[in-house]
């Protein structure tokens, strides 16, 4: 190599020399985040109750037993349900807040803005006993609508925060040019503004539906009889014999959520 | 025809009325109701009291002001040592992975991207008395017995939530290297700072807001945590929220587990707005 070329080499990465063997920390930081997953993958093919060593051979069982439990299927598609009234609010709300904010002055603004944030900064816990003590005041049963409330909350950010930045680098000429060709506001936001967000629109909303799929510990508080599958697992965990059973439907909509992150991610890092 | 003025409150009033009603008022009676006497049933007519018995009775449990500070103790130290292992991976992103960055980020967010629970769940079996651990040892002959104290501790609630936040952790600190003008470490190489020293004196300083970002990102969550000292804590591993939640659910006293809560929303809006004055971090996030 070249005296030449180490110097490009050099300014490209910013002179970010050190001896220290990045890639390796990398590596095994990753080896770290993937073996304890990777491990459970493996428990869930193994023929024994018991989640140990030595493995006792392969089986389909806990995958088979899966579809044969009603109760774990039936707090799966819960989650489903309350993931996508969710996501829709949340996107919905998190789009009217962006508009809002970036192309209109007005008195609420920055208090808007602040509150779109603020559920970021409230422990789950507090905002769990708050929601659960409002609807318990006011009579409304708690319910799988219930949870879908709350998760539109702690999603709004998420989804605000993907919106506005994308909204932000959106020239607002394109909407006055169609104004002035005599859109009225609601049209040019459905025809101009709509189509321009699009895959972020998409990327806000797989967020906001991964955030309200995964979610617990709101969710204890406002779950009824009819479970999301989460705070199903939060109960059932304590049986030990139900393990595998739990972790292979565990691994399987694991492996929907990672694909819905893949997408999410691809939309919105091609998008801005 | 509606004109762009007349649209602004079809875009602005729904947002501001959930998050009013669904955010703020829920809150609010958190704090009305822990400042109610009695734990019976509650009802508009006698919404409105202002006893203090209950944050009395919590200033008069030194037990449960110490578990406050233990489990901020615990959420700082998983936020801290979360940041110091999430740093070099993000270094390493922004400044040596270049065009293959977008695949070691996807790598990164895939661990993110799976159940919290099973997360939680993966430490729980490989700590356990008889888990991944201890079997592996026992079968490969490194020990007879299985070594306790594995599970149900502060140290293992710790370790949990530690590889539960390192994937999120990265992110903030990634966008904020990113963000970091290369121009600026050349002309400290050009004015004789060394690695260490442009390292610290350049680098370093334009990350804070994203370490800064980050340490919110994982102690908030952290700080209010039932569910993983629940599964992996034990009595050892105990923590404030879980006191929350219990009044919520076995014990039953909902103005004293109120209390509790407003007392934990105090501590970390008290902090975040600390941060905000220290750091800009709407420009750390955005």
């Known amino acids: 190599m070249t005296a030449g070329m180490r110097g490009v080499r050099r300014d490209a990465i910013g002179v970010g020399h050190t001896r220290l063997p990045l890639g390796l920390i990398y590596a095994a930081m990753l080896a770290f985040l993937y073996l304890p997953i990777v491990l459970l993958a493996v428990f869930s093919f193994n023929a024994n109750t018991s989640l140990s060593f030595p493995l006792r051979g392969f089986t389909l069982d806990w995958y088979g037993q899966v579809l044969d439990d009603p109760a774990l299927l039936a707090a799966a598609r819960n989650s489903l349900v309350v993931a996508t009234v969710a996501a829709t609010a949340a996107t919905a709300l998190g789009f009217a807040v962006s508009v809002a904010v970036l192309r209109f002055r007005f008195a609420g603004r920055r208090l808007l803005l602040a509150l779109a944030a603020a559920p970021l900064v409230v422990p789950f816990v507090v905002l769990g006993v708050a929601l659960f003590l409002l609807f318990n005041i006011f009579g409304v049963p708690r319910s799988l609508l219930t949870v879908a409330l709350g998760h539109s909350i702690v999603a709004l950010p998420y989804a605000s925060l993907i919106l506005l930045s994308r909204i932000v680098g959106l020239d607002p000429a394109l909407e006055d040019a169609a104004m002035d060709l005599g859109a009225s506001y609601p049209t040019t936001l459905r025809r101009v503004l709509l189509p321009l967000v699009g895959p972020s629109l998409l990327a806000a909303w797989l967020t906001s539906f991964i955030v309200s799929f995964d979610e617990v510990a709101l969710a204890n508080f406002l779950a009824g009889g009819d479970p999301t599958f989460p705070v199903f697992l939060y109960g059932q965990l304590r049986f030990a014999g139900r393990l595998p059973v739990l972790i292979a439907m565990a691994v399987l909509l694991m492996t929907g959520t990672i694909i819905l992150t893949l997408i999410a991610n691809r939309l919105r890092s091609r998008h801005q | ?286």
Request: without cysteine; proline residues 6%; aromatic residues 12%.
């Open chain 2, 1 to 286: 025809m509606l004109g762009r003025r007349g649209s602004l409150r079809f875009l602005a009033v729904p947002p501001f009325a959930w998050l009013i009603v669904l955010f703020v008022a829920p809150l609010l009676l958190a704090i009305l109701i822990s400042f109610r006497a009695e734990r019976g049933p509650i009802d508009f007519g006698s919404l409105l009291q202002a006893s203090t018995v209950q944050y009395e009775k919590i200033v008069g449990t030194p037990s449960w002001l110490r578990l406050l500070a233990t489990s901020a103790g615990m959420a700082l130290l998983v936020a801290a040592l979360a940041t110091l292992f999430a740093f070099p991976i993000a270094y390493f992103l922004a400044f040596r992975a270049r065009h293959r960055a977008p695949i070691f980020l996807i790598l990164l967010l895939v661990p993110a991207a799976t159940s919290f629970l099973l997360r939680v769940m993966a430490w729980k079996v490989l700590l356990g008395g008889s888990g991944a651990i201890n079997s592996f040892l026992i079968w490969i002959g490194v020990i007879q017995d299985p070594i306790g104290l594995l599970l149900y501790s502060q140290a293992a609630v710790v370790i949990t939530l530690i590889y539960v936040w390192i994937p999120f952790a990265a992110l903030p600190i990634y966008a904020a290297l990113q963000r970091v003008d290369r121009s600026h470490l050349e002309a400290a190489a050009d004015l004789g700072a060394g690695p260490w020293s442009r390292f610290w004196r350049v680098t370093v300083p334009l990350s804070l807001p994203g370490v800064l970002a980050t340490l919110f990102m994982v102690f908030i969550p952290t700080v209010g945590e039932y569910v993983t000292p629940f599964l992996v804590g034990g009595t050892d591993g105990f923590m404030y929220g879980l006191l929350i939640q219990d009044f919520f659910s076995r014990a039953g006293n909902w103005p004293l587990g109120s209390a509790l809560a407003v007392i934990m929303l105090l501590v970390t809006v008290a902090l975040v707005a600390v941060a905000l004055r220290v750091v800009d971090l709407r420009r750390a996030v955005a």
